[in-house]
Nanobody, 132 residues
């Protein structure tokens, strides 16, 4: 059973940094991609970044390129458990949102396309608030 648990959100001043973590389990990590999305009230969910766990290649939305970095530590991961990080620097008030971790392994009722993948398994989200 796919499980995704986010952590690391919080309140930060503009220009500051946060690191989000997504603990993933229940699927063979190397076969899939893990992504970060974000959503603010009244807006559609937006893809932020994803990493292909098999080869480590990454993809970023234009709005976060050069400021956010997605990563994982293969030395710490097992075949079906691991953590993906999103390092967020130079945060701005427009980055305020609930950040969700997602994977294209499994899927239930909500799907969203980002880059080359269709993501259908989601975590509960973590709130990031950037004050001006």
């Amino acid at each position: 059973q796919v499980q995704l648990v986010e952590s690391g959100g919080g309140l930060v001043q503009a220009g500051g940094s946060l690191r989000l973590s997504c603990a993933a389990s229940g699927f063979t990590l190397s076969y899939y991609a893990i992504a970060w999305f974000r959503q603010t009230p009244g807006k559609e969910r937006e893809g932020v970044s994803y990493i292909n766990m098999g080869d480590g290649s990454t993809y970023y939305a234009n709005s976060v390129k050069g400021r956010f970095t997605i990563s994982t530590n293969n030395a710490e991961n097992t075949v079906n458990e691991g953590t993906v990080y999103l390092q967020m620097n130079s945060l701005q008030p427009e980055d305020t949102a609930i950040y969700f971790c997602a994977t294209n392994a499994g899927g239930a009722t909500y799907y969203d396309t980002f880059g080359d993948h269709l993501f259908g398994s989601w975590g509960q989200g973590t709130q990031v608030t950037v004050s001006s």
